[in-house]
């Protein structure tokens, strides 16, 4: 006998898509590229070619936080 066994492998898959496998759930909150609300009033969005990065006024942005994504 294999363990485990088809049944238990069908059941668990079945199981699995019906309640557990649903995706993620960001609520919105990807990044400022893709929804405006993320960054504060007084913080800017860096297009940091992935999802887009709040960052504060320029004279307190650190050569690090400008990192882009390629």
């Known amino acids: 006998m294999q363990w485990p066994g088809f049944a238990l492998k069908t059941s668990v898959v079945i199981w699995l898509a019906v309640l557990g496998l649903n995706g993620a759930n960001a609520e919105g909150n990807v990044g400022c590229l893709y929804s405006e609300r993320i960054c504060l009033e007084n913080e800017w969005c860096y297009d940091d070619l992935a999802f887009g990065r709040c960052l504060?006024?320029?004279?307190?942005?650190?050569?690090?936080?400008?990192?882009r994504y390629t």
């Open 56 to 67: 504060r006024p320029m004279g307190d942005v650190d050569e690090e936080d400008l990192i």
